[in-house]
């Protein structure tokens, strides 16, 4: 297959990877700082220097950007946008984590170039991206889902089609919100140890011996335990997500109170210096607050 991947970031960059390691692809690649497509230039894939260069021809365009306004740049810029350049009935995915109004949007310009449409976010990170065990949510048309869906596979783990077009942006929100809550909550609590005969150490390991503490719960507040937070799901992209759940409850006049309280708290994190820091690394704001 044909297929163009627009993003080498982290998680573009190696996904691009796992296609090209199967030989069973002609990959192109794009991105906006065309050194980043040099290694992938060198394992095979052809380095394009538009995203409609990327995606002239190609059975399928993969997008994995930072957020709406890099997929509109990405997707929809006059001259150099994927869309324009794709073919009727060739398949546009994006796999960044976006809202849902700007997926609505996309597929609704899919639909009037005769393109074909998924979102399709994904769970995991660069471990998960490095060995094919990301996760996908797919919204859009079930067939067209089906028939990408061994190509997902090459990529990740599992596939789940959760409904129609804007609704594997909304899920990968809804369950990035719940993470969030939960480390946020994590590291309120072990950081309100401070100063008390119960050791923060302990706690988790017992903690995460309780069917209190979800997988992910426990193995973030382990990570809190230490000084150092090296980036996996940086903070700022945490704040970018809750902003978005925040806003996608607001369109509908839904309260989530919770998950706007953790907005807020991410955001203070980014204003106190730990933005590129990984998520736990929200626990250094818990930390200064009890230390004063």
Known sequence: MRIAVLGLGAMGSRMARRLLATGEHQVRVWNRTAEAAQPLAEAG?????????????????LSMVRDDDAGRAVWLTPGTGALAAMAPGTI????????????DQLAERCVQCGVE???????????????????????????????IEPVLRQIGGAVHHMGPAGTGARMKLLVNSLFAVQVAAVAELLSALHDTNLEAARAVEV???????????????????GRAFPAAFPIDLVAKDLRYAVADAASRQATVVLTNA???TFQR?????????NITGVVQ????ATAT
């Open 207 to 225: 903690l995460a011996a309780t069917p209190v503490a979800s997988p992910a719960a426990a193995t973030a507040a382990t990570a809190m335990l």
């Open 262 to 264: 953790t907005a807020d």
């Open 285 to 288: 704001l818990f930390r200064a």
């Open 117 to 147: 449409f998924l979102d399709a976010p994904v769970l995991g990170s660069r471990p998960q991206a490095d060995s094919g065990a990301l996760i996908f949510l797919v919204g859009g048309d079930p067939a067209v889902g089906r028939r």
């Open 45 to 61: 894939a052809t380095a394009a220097a538009t995203p409609a260069a990327a995606a002239v021809q190609s059975d399928l365009v």
């Open 92 to 103: 546009a995915v994006d796999c960044s984590t976006v809202t849902p109004a700007f997926s």
């Open 269 to 277: 994190a980014i204003s106190k210096g730990h933005g590129q820091d």
